[in-house]
């Protein structure tokens, strides 16, 4: 890859748009950029970056932060970059994210980032992430490749030069990108350092674990040595003591076991003894108790006895009683006879009245339907004239309507013109752009066949020979033969070109004949607006003919909705109107049916008025012959007869239930105390209570101590069980723990350098040393030429200090006196050439790891004011060599002795205001 034509605008250093035509300085050799400390020689190669990648150079320059702060608000920032690459040309445009002014409107907005490359076929790709795809895949280099290649940082490289193992490491990592092998390091030693914790916590669990082995009161004076201080030592012997307490515990739980039964058994006997001595003495005072009951329930019997005989003369009250009530239920029919003449006669009474209400609600309903026929007369007679007014207004609304589909007319008419110029300009300017590729494209067709046929001659004039006649004059002397022309088109490319010039030109031809078509399609339509807009707004104003038209269109509209409206409420009116009209006849009819229903209502009252007095007549009648003024007097006497028969019936039934109830109770409590004098003659055999009660307290006591302490073998033996089984488990899975930690550990020293006696050289560096060692004999090969073969750089083969890391550190071998010393002892001339050859060495190393890509541009940046002008000479010659083969070799430095030694430059100055200007010398 190697720049043609770099342009920045508002990026860096330089406020404005600066073209660097790198072509201007050749395809091979040396070039100095030279200018004031932070004029923008760096930015220079940042813009390079920068437009292939859309990062800089520098990780610390982000894009975003390239926007010149010298730029004016409406200054646009981007980088432009034409470069060539394997013989073809490219163009890459690029602009980062930034704020600039609004277009239209006051403040800020920012612009998005954005890509544009343009391909030697005039294939376009766009889109900042395709694009940077793109140029990977066409350079072959990401960007950190290409920034380490493409810039020869003298001054990191130094650094380099001079670090220990350490700090070198760290420097490597960057370049060769060695971070997996440091994550493994710090992997290994964090699954060493867990599983080390994990071991001494397994270890810590076992001893806690023994703890709680307990062993029987006889073993405990053997066991006290071993639970002071417990230790993998003596879990032996913990162990082997809980075993034996565990078989004297179960012989001891085996004993208490049988005692417990025994003791268990004979307790159930005597239990039996007590229990039955318990029920005597209850029935001692069961005894006592019936025998009082039995005294007291025989005057009881004998008192309800005699309730029953005094309850038996109430019979013939009850007999007489039944018989009045038996004559005064058969009056009850006159009186419930009576109750519905009664009703019956209010009945009538109530028919008549509604009778005479209907008749006179009949004779309102017609007064009320006469006056209304009387007022629809009036309201029919001004029907002509409604009717009237509805005409006009339907014919206003259809004259609205009228002019309305005549105005939308011009409406399309109009947005076809618009349509039309539009179709015009884009067209003329496809016309244009067909013009100038035509133009383009002749001129680029004229220059090659120029060329082509100037090359025809040089051609011929390498095949002619002294004394041999020319084919073309004849002459056998060639005084002044034609010379070969470099870069002219083989006759394919001719032929090529020629193909894309008649294809040009039959586009714009096509585009011209477009643009005509256009322009007299837009002339027609414009015409036809304009004879519809002076006929019906009476002039044409190609400004606002659309405003005027829509806005006499919206009037019209509203008076047409108006006039709608208007006719639609009249129409309405005028229904209404004959609707009346039709109904009046039907209610003159609806009157005469009135008068007929009040006259029969009339009647009807009549009728019913007679009917009543008749029913009351009968009513009066019946009280003359009744014992009591009516029905609810006669049931309240029934009634009082009924309760009190049945109060004399109830207490008859009451004293011969209680005089039963007595007889039961005495039969019962005589029966129950002759079963329990029986019983009594049967108990007297047994122990007292209180003998029996104290020898079962005593024995009770025997069992719970005996349980109480086969609780405690129990539980001891519990405790022995489980923890002895989870000792096992956790000295078996210690073990385990233990054997990975101790395999953990032994990587872990391994890969971090940490093995005792061995030098410290960690697994990340040892991958490292492998690359550096590539990079060193690349860079003897520079350094030698620089020194006439006097110095030559070496990594140490072994560690000085078998305390610290070790494995990359450096040191130069001086062959003029078979001296090895330490790099740092370099003298600053020196020590530029071996960090110059460093970065050169590992220039070449990363070119070869990125598939043997090679870049036709390189940047060296900054180093030589520490030069004498033997070693500066020296070095420029190595530096020389790398421009062969079509290689461009940028110094950025601003060292006068380079000023004078390089003839082509690139100057970057500052002016007062700050912002940077560039100039070419060649």
């Not at 066409?138 to 380099?160: N, S, T, Y």
């Not at 609806?590 to 009040?598: A, F, G, S």
Request: with cysteine; hydrophobic share 35%.
């Amino acid at each position: 890859m190697r720049p043609i034509h770099l342009t920045l605008c508002a990026l860096g250093p330089y406020a404005g748009k600066t073209d660097v035509e790198f072509d201007r300085l050749g395809t091979s050799g040396l070039y100095l950029i030279s200018g004031d400390t932070g004029a923008g020689k760096t930015t220079l190669f940042d813009a390079i970056t920068f437009a292939l990648y859309g990062e800089a150079s520098g990780s610390e320059r982000a894009g975003s932060m390239l926007r010149s702060k010298y730029a004016k608000p409406d200054t646009e920032t981007f980088v432009e970059m034409t470069f060539a690459h394997l013989g073809s040309v490219y163009k890459v445009r690029r602009n980062p994210e930034y704020e600039r002014k609004r277009r239209r409107g006051e403040g800020m907005t920012v612009q998005k980032a954005d890509a544009l490359l343009t391909w030697p076929d005039g294939r376009v790709t766009t889109g900042s992430r395709d694009v940077i795809a793109e140029v990977e895949n066409l350079i072959g280099l990401k960007r950190e490749q290409f920034a380490q290649i493409g810039m020869i940082a003298q001054g990191d490289f130094k650094r380099l030069l001079l670090a220990d193992t350490e700090d070198r490491c760290e420097i490597l990592r960057k370049i060769f990108h060695t971070e997996r092998f440091e994550k493994l390091q710090k992997m290994l030693g964090e699954r060493a350092n867990a599983l080390k914790r994990e071991a001494e916590a397994a270890e810590r669990a076992v001893l806690h674990d023994a703890q709680q082995l307990e062993v029987p009161p006889e073993l405990q004076t053997e066991f006290e040595p071993y639970s002071r201080e417990p230790s993998w030592a003596n879990l032996p012997n913990r162990v082997d003591l809980a075993q034996r307490g565990m078989a004297l515990d179960e012989e001891r739980k085996e004993q208490n076991a049988q005692k417990i039964q025994k003791l268990t058994e004979a307790n159930g006997l005597l239990r039996e003894h007590i229990g039955r001595a318990r029920q005597l003495e209850k029935t001692k005072s069961r005894l006592e108790a019936l025998r009082q009951l039995e005294s007291e329930a025989v005057p009881r019997e004998k008192a309800a006895a005699e309730a029953v005989q005094e309850a038996e003369t109430f019979k013939p009250q009850i007999e007489e009683l039944t018989r009045q009530m038996g004559v005064l239920s058969e009056r009850m029919g006159d009186y419930a006879r009576m109750a519905v003449l009664e009703a019956e006669a209010k009945t009538a009474e109530t028919a008549a009245q509604n009778a005479q209400y209907a008749a006179q609600d009949n004779h309102r309903q017609a007064d009320e339907l006469k006056a209304k026929i009387e007022k629809a007369r009036q309201m029919v007679e001004g029907l002509g004239d409604v009717q009237a007014e509805q005409a006009k207004a339907e014919a206003e609304a259809e004259k609205a309507e009228a002019e309305i589909v005549q105005l939308e007319a011009l409406l399309v008419s109009l947005e076809d013109e618009a349509v039309k110029r539009a179709k015009k300009e884009a067209a003329g300017t496809l016309d244009v752009q067909a013009r100038r590729t035509k133009d383009d494209m002749q001129a680029r067709y004229a220059q090659a066949e120029r060329l082509f046929f100037g090359a025809q001659a040089g051609l011929l004039a390498q095949q002619l020979e002294n004394n041999a006649p020319c084919p073309v004059c004849g002459s056998t002397h060639h005084p002044a033969p034609a010379e070969k022309l470099e870069g002219a088109p083989t006759e394919e490319e001719l032929n090529a070109l020629r193909t894309k010039r008649v294809k040009a030109e039959e586009k714009a031809a096509s585009a011209y004949a477009e643009a005509m078509r256009a322009a007299e399609a837009h002339e027609a339509a414009e015409e036809t607006s304009r004879r519809q807009a002076r006929l019906l707004l009476g002039a044409y104003q190609p400004d606002s003919a659309r405003q005027q038209t829509e806005a006499r269109c919206e009037a019209l509209k509203a008076r047409k909705k108006e006039a709608e409206k208007t006719a639609g409420v009249l129409l309405e009116r005028i229904e209404k109107l004959k609707k009346t009209q039709k109904l009046i006849p039907e209610k003159e009819r609806d009157v005469q049916k009135l008068d007929e229903r009040e006259q029969e209502e009339q009647k009807k009252a009549a009728a019913k008025n007679a009917e009543g007095r008749e029913k009351r007549e009968q009513v009066q009648a019946l009280i003359k012959n009744l014992p009591y003024a009516d029905a609810k007097e006669a049931q309240k006497h029934l009634d009082a007869m009924k309760r009190e028969k049945t109060q004399k019936e109830t207490q008859i039934e009451a004293a011969k239930t209680a005089w039963d109830r007595a007889k039961e109770t005495l039969t019962s409590l005589s029966a129950e105390r002759k079963a329990l004098d029986k019983s009594l003659e049967e108990a007297e055999k047994e122990e007292p209570l209180a003998i029996l009660e104290s020898r079962d307290g005593q024995m009770q006591q025997e069992i719970k101590l005996l349980q109480e302490a086969d609780k405690k073998l129990h539980t001891r033996l519990s405790i022995n069980e489980e923890t002895l089984s989870r000792l096992r488990k956790e000295m078996t899975d210690s073990r385990t723990i233990r054997e990975k930690a101790q395999l953990a550990a032994s990587l872990d020293a391994t890969a971090n350098g940490k093995l005792s006696g061995r030098e410290k050289v960690k697994l990340e560096t040892y991958v490292q040393m492998a690359c550096f060692d590539r990079v060193i004999a690349r860079a003897n090969l520079r350094l030698s030429g620089m020194t006439d073969n006097q110095y030559e750089l070496r990594r140490r083969a072994s560690a000085g200090n078998m305390s610290r890391q070790s494995g990359l550190d450096m040191e130069v071998v001086d062959h003029a006196n078979g001296s090895t010393r330490d790099v740092r002892t370099l003298s600053g001339g020196e020590s530029f050439m071996a960090s110059l050859s460093l970065a050169l060495g590992m220039s070449d190393e990363i070119q070869s790891g990125a598939g043997g890509v090679r870049l036709d541009s390189l940047f060296v940046d900054e180093g030589f004011g520490s030069l004498d002008a033997q070693t500066l000479s020296q070095a420029l010659k190595v530096l020389t060599g790398l421009t062969e083969g079509e290689r461009l070799v940028g110094i950025i430095s601003h060292v006068e002795e380079l000023n004078r030694r390089i003839d082509k430059k690139i100057l970057v100055k500052k002016d007062r205001t700050g912002t940077s200007h560039v100039q070419i010398e060649v």
